[in-house]
């Protein structure tokens, strides 16, 4: 099947199996990455939730995906398998691909302050950071020198952001654990680095109160005015997944058409 994204076909991803964890439908950043990852030459195996096997299954079928993995990031069974799953199919993985990240809805709304709870922080941190910690020690275990890991973070990390509360908190957290795990890893020869996508139409950003008021945002106040493109963050993964990427560790990368290093906007930008 041909790619719906506008980048050439190639080999950069020759040889190269892993796991894209975070698909959840053909709008999802990890749908796009794992879809260049076989367009160049890949294999990638797509980690799901039980209930959302059947929007997965379709898409990695499309594109000749052979293997799937039922996962559950807050169970360690269910982690176990998925990644005996793996070494019994192919033995070694060259990458992983993280896109997961979860928020109560009450936490991505009005005062940080006053809707942030011990349970809400703790169920974020969990499921946005602790997965990625763990799926980082199990594919390590899997990997030769030359083996990449990727994470999805976002600018709320480094700026308050309206809305985006204890996500930011969480994803701030997840770029500091790119960076301990990249150096934990980096003597094995495995690196470890995270996109901070713009703002783009997924269900995550769906999730957020306001979220189609931060596209806007981002496009009118971006230094190239313009939305954060499927193809930009895809071919930042490949670079980072493939050999291209070597030396290049500890790393968040913006791919956000230049948003996160804009100042004050112009004065005909400036909201009256």
Known sequence: MESELALPKGQLMSGKRGLVTGVANRNSIAWGIASQIVAQGGEAALAYLDSNEKRVRPLGESIGVSLYVPMDVTNDASMDAAFAAMADKWGTIDYLVHSIAFADRDQISGSFVENCTREGLATAIDVSVYSFVDCARRAAAMMRPGGSLITMTYLGSERAIPNYNTMGVAKAALEAATRYIARDL???????????????????????????????????????????????????????????????????????????????????????
Do not use: K
Request: hydrophobic share 40%; with cysteine.
């Open 186 to 272: 980096g003597p094995a020869g495995v690196r470890v680095n995270a996109i901070s996508a713009g703002a783009m139409r997924t269900l995550s950003l769906a999730g957020i109160s306001g979220g189609r008021s931060m596209l806007a945002q981002g496009r009118r106040l971006s230094a190239m005015r313009e939305d954060t493109s499927m193809e930009g963050v895809a071919g930042c993964a490949l670079w980072l997944l493939s050999d291209l990427g070597r030396s290049t560790t500890g790393e968040v990368i913006h791919v956000d058409a230049g948003f996160h290093m804009m100042g004050l906007p112009a004065e005909d930008e400036t909201p009256s």
